[in-house]
């Protein structure tokens, strides 16, 4: 076989029939196999097994998370690799060295390097083949660690073949319930499928149901299990649109910082660090990746507080409540799901409080659509429905009915340059724009608005 192009790579991976796409799909044994992963690794040397890891799991910001986390790890003077999906712009994205994506020419060399191991595996799926290149790209690269992120679930997913540090799971809330379940407990109990025997397991804020089941899995697996909230606590310390501090500290110090809050005390506060990435729910995020650091400097990891403090400072994740331009202000989140359109719609009310919203909606038809509007529209000025390439994506005739039947005016405009052009068009002093329903809308507007509406 002669060597691939990048181009030719990436049509040999998508040539594979991805079964987590795949719609009204069960997550059942039958398609996720990880003994199919396992064999699949195994021809290829166990690259995985080869340097430590943190797996993080979750529904909303697993990505933010791992991504402060493998910041943090690089300011402490680790070679981090960074295992993370969908893409924003560039599929190479997904798996970056020290922040930055590994080359095209790289890609395609791994991915012709696997060839000969995929022939010997049947119904390979796009993600497993990603993944396996993933960990021997780490591998090439030489790193000290590897920050790995779940792609869907967490029991059957093809990354819970790593053998972690620590675990994380952030955030759960309902999203593919027809592969996940339909229950929290049910999608929790597939999320903390990542817990491994006696292996510390990281906890962010949850509701009381999804708290219960991860608590008896961790249980069940001998896993000291680490709450934020309650065994790390934080508070935000201050916010603007250039980013915002927080103030974190364990349950242990909580009597010194009761004299602190009271004033009892001048030379003592707790740790305070600041992040770029905007949204109270990034700061429950950052919590959580310093909780999961804790753990790491317990277990022998060298990571200076002012290494934390420089990761949280440098961390990049675009294209979650990312401001492209403030004038007039351009918006852009990744919301994909009812509780994130949520957490989206207080991040507005909180930094632009009494702007209306020029929205730019489009989304992947099995999403919970009507879930994600009933929290946008009364923010909403109007609503432009457009659809991004993916072959996923709700026809915008059909979200224009259904913003009308919530009793909103919205119209259709494609393609999304000209949604953006028509949306800016509109925009006054007393709005913004704002694009968001699924990743694949933000990374079109932000292309969009380099390549032609960039001030």
């Known amino acids: 076989m002669s060597p691939l192009t990048y181009q030719q790579a990436l049509d040999y991976l998508y040539s594979f029939v ?35 890891t943190v797996h993080v ?41 020290n922040q930055e994506p590994i080359s095209h020419e790289v890609l395609a060399a791994l991915v012709d390097e696997v060839r000969p191991a995929v ?9 497993e083949i990603t993944t396996a290149v993933a960990f021997l790209a780490f591998l090439r ?20 073949l790593v053998q972690p540090e620590v675990s994380v799971i952030t955030s759960i809330s309902y999203d593919h319930m027809k592969v996940l ?21 990281v ?46 500290w364990k349950a242990a110090d909580q009597p010194e910082v009761n004299r602190w809050l009271e004033g009892e005390v001048e030379d003592w506060r707790p740790l305070q660090f600041e992040i770029p990435l905007l949204g109270a729910h990034q700061v429950d995020n950052a919590a959580t990746a310093f909780a999961a650091v804790e753990v790491l400097r317990t277990r022998g990891w060298e990571i200076p507080v002012e290494a934390i ?4 400072q440098q961390v990049r994740w675009p294209g979650r409540f990312e401001i ?81 039947r919530l009793g909103y005016p919205a119209r259709v405009v494609v393609p999304i340059e000209e949604a953006l052009a028509y949306a800016m068009s509109r925009v006054d002093e007393n709005s913004l724009v704002l694009a968001t329903g699924s990743l694949f809308i933000a990374a079109a507007i932000r292309q969009t608005w380099r390549e032609r509406f960039r001030v």
């Open 18 to 52: 991805d079964y987590s796409l795949t719609r009204q799909l069960r997550y059942s044994p039958e398609k996720f196999d990880l003994g199919r992963m396992q064999a699949f690794l195994k021809l290829l040397g166990n690259p995985h097994l080869k340097y430590p």
């Open 141 to 160: 690269a030489g790193v000290d660690v590897a920050v790995v992120e779940v792609g869907l679930g967490g029991r059957l997913d093809a990354t819970n």
């Open 324 to 404: 492209l331009q403030r004038e007039p202000y351009l918006v852009v989140d990744s919301a994909h799901n009812q509780d994130s359109a949520l957490k989206l719609r207080l991040a507005l009310e909180d930094y632009f409080p009494g702007r209306k919203v020029v929205l730019i909606f489009g989304a992947s038809e099995d999403k919970d659509i009507e879930g994600m509007l009933r929290e946008l529209l009364p923010k909403a000025q109007m609503v432009i429905a457009t659809r991004s390439f993916h072959p996923r994506a709700i026809e915008p005739e059909a979200l224009v009915e259904l913003v009308h």
């Open 181 to 201: 379940g339909e229950t929290l407990g049910q999608i929790a109990r597939e999320k903390a499928g990542i817990i491994k025997p006696n292996t510390p397991v």
């Open 57 to 97: 799991a979750g529904t909303k910001g697993k990505g933010s998370t791992a991504a402060m986390i493998a910041s943090i790890l690089q300011a402490a003077g680790y070679r981090v690799g960074f295992y993370s999906s969908p893409h924003l712009e560039d599929f190479v994205e997904r798996i970056q060295i």
């Open 309 to 312: 403090a420089r990761g949280f």
């Open 203 to 248: 906890v962010a804020p949850q509701r009381q149901e999804a708290l219960t089941v991860i608590r008896e899995v961790a249980e069940q697996q001998a896993a000291p299990w680490f709450r934020v909230g309650d065994d790390i606590r934080y508070r935000v310390a201050s916010h603007s649109l250039d980013g915002q501090a927080f103030w974190v």
């Open 119 to 127: 022939a010997r595996i049947e119904r390979l799926t796009t993600f």
